[in-house]
């Protein structure tokens, strides 16, 4: 006999009835859904308030640019599960060109450690260790069809989640000196969560808190009383 949401046994009936209500409000289930839904219900629902905040709910990002996000972090992240995102973002407005823009950005964000690799080996035959300008052409070259929020954004989560600390260090000075809300990169990053998981996330989250703790980047009016005082791993 299937659990109930308050953790006893319950009837095949509420378990069924759960499953339909994330069917309407998803389109579809899960695997994990039907398990879960069977063996601790409560953890399921619990989850599904989790996820809807996470990927559904309006929170800072318009619902065109989280799944461009979307799309870039499952491209970088070699994540094929989450298609559901492109159609989102088709459904939202984004076109195919833009699609694809996002797509490109998460593949350049990989020529930051050979750019940083060969600058750092040979820059005397290079003319210098300086290669960012050179990686800024490659990323304009494959931004063309964004904005410039969306890919500073894209960029972001791309280097989060291929947790390159320089390029992600990098890239968060430059969220915040094209002056991008810190609501807005804050959303971007949670997103970490669900592909990567929370120790993407806590990654990320730490070396923002380094960044603004040794001045590298000024906070904003969003994370102005932040405190330093958490737990590091």
């Known amino acids: 006999m299937a659990n109930s949401p308050d953790g006893g046994p319950g009837p095949?009936?509420?378990v069924d009835s759960?499953?339909?209500r994330m069917r309407d409000e998803r389109g579809y289930a899960l695997s994990y859904h039907e398990i879960l839904a069977r063996t601790d219900p409560r953890l399921l629902e619990a989850?599904?308030?989790?996820?809807a905040r996470f990927t559904l709910d309006g929170r800072h990002l318009d619902a065109r640019r989280r799944e461009l996000v979307w799309t870039a972090l499952l491209t970088v992240s070699n994540e094929h599960v989450g298609s559901l995102h492109l159609e989102r973002a088709v459904a939202a407005g984004a076109t195919a060109d833009e699609l694809r823009a996002a797509i490109a950005l998460a593949g350049v964000t990989a020529a930051w450690d050979q750019?940083?690799?060969?600058?750092?080996?040979?820059?005397?035959?290079?003319g210098g260790s300086?290669?960012?300008s050179e990686y800024r052409r490659l990323v304009d070259a494959a931004a063309a069809e964004l904005e410039q929020s969306e890919?500073?954004?894209?960029?972001l989560v791309c280097a989060a989640a291929r947790r390159s600390e320089g390029q992600y260090l990098d890239q968060l000075a430059r969220c915040y000196a094209a002056q991008l809300p810190e609501e807005e990169m804050a959303e971007a990053v949670s997103y970490l969560l669900l592909p990567n998981g929370a120790n993407a996330l806590l990654w990320a989250t730490d070396l923002w808190l380094d960044a603004l703790a040794?001045?590298?980047v000024a906070a904003g009016e969003a994370l102005a009383g932040v405190s330093f005082d958490?737990?590091?791993a």
């Open 214 to 216: 040794s001045g590298a």
């Open 18 to 20: 759960l499953l339909q």
């Open 230 to 232: 958490v737990r590091r």
């Open 47 to 51: 989850y599904q308030v989790l996820y």
């Open 151 to 155: 890919t500073e954004l894209i960029l």
């Open 115 to 126: 750019m940083a690799f060969a600058h750092q080996h040979w820059s005397a035959l290079l």
């Open 130 to 132: 300086d290669f960012s």
């Open 12 to 14: 095949r009936a509420d």
